[in-house]
């Protein structure tokens, strides 16, 4: 019987076979996963779990299983139970929208775009960005999928976008989700 939920983060250099050994430490711990993020950061790699596991489960002891059976990765894991109300599908009741820049690297571009999405409430469900630094505006990527709330005045928050990536040097693309979907659609 699976009583608790936590949320696992397992991070290291990159190579194969770290997802399998994580993976089979886990169903050894008893747990069932239920969602999973994972990506390589240039050569690091970075997974989150969100698991199901046995009532008597601790953070603790999942670590501590994960470490003990997985030492050829040098992997860094945390845990932390989680209450069964804070998991499950995101509901944010906003508006998905994805939110592109492109511009000169430099410090502060990340910081300078989340400040205005903090301003507006909008939740980042979602950032990649590359930075390969120069002046060439191809070479540093930022793209956001966020939450705009109902309640938020669309046409002001695009305006102080538009203007904070003006002071950035950035060019911004601004776009309902389902819209930036069907106009990068791969087939």
């Known amino acids: 019987m699976l009583g608790k939920k936590f949320v696992i983060s397992v991070l290291g250099e990159d190579r194969p076979g770290i997802i399998a050994a994580v993976t089979r430490v886990l169903h050894e711990q008893g747990c069932n996963i239920e969602e999973v993020s994972q990506t390589i950061l240039q050569n690091q790699f970075s997974c989150f779990f969100i698991v199901a596991g046995p009532p008597e489960g601790t ?14 990765f040098g992997l860094l894991f945390q845990a932390r139970e989680v209450g069964a109300g804070t998991v499950g599908p995101r509901e944010c009741g906003g508006e998905p929208f994805v939110v592109t820049t492109r511009g000169p690297d430099r410090k502060g571009l990340v910081a300078g775009i989340t400040c205005v999405f903090a301003e507006y409430r909008v939740n980042v469900a979602q950032l990649r960005a590359v930075f390969r630094g120069g002046d060439d505006p191809g070479d540093n990527i ?7 709330p109902v309640d938020a005045d669309q046409k002001e928050l695009r305006k102080a976008l538009s203007l904070r990536a003006r002071e950035l040097d950035l060019e911004i693309s601004i776009q309902h989700k389902n819209i930036f979907e069907a106009m990068n659609r791969v087939i």
Not at 143 to 148: S, W
């Open 59 to 72: 953070p603790a002891g999942l670590v501590g299983a994960l470490k003990d059976k997985t030492p050829e």
């Open 142 to 148: 930022m793209i956001y999928e966020v939450d705009v």
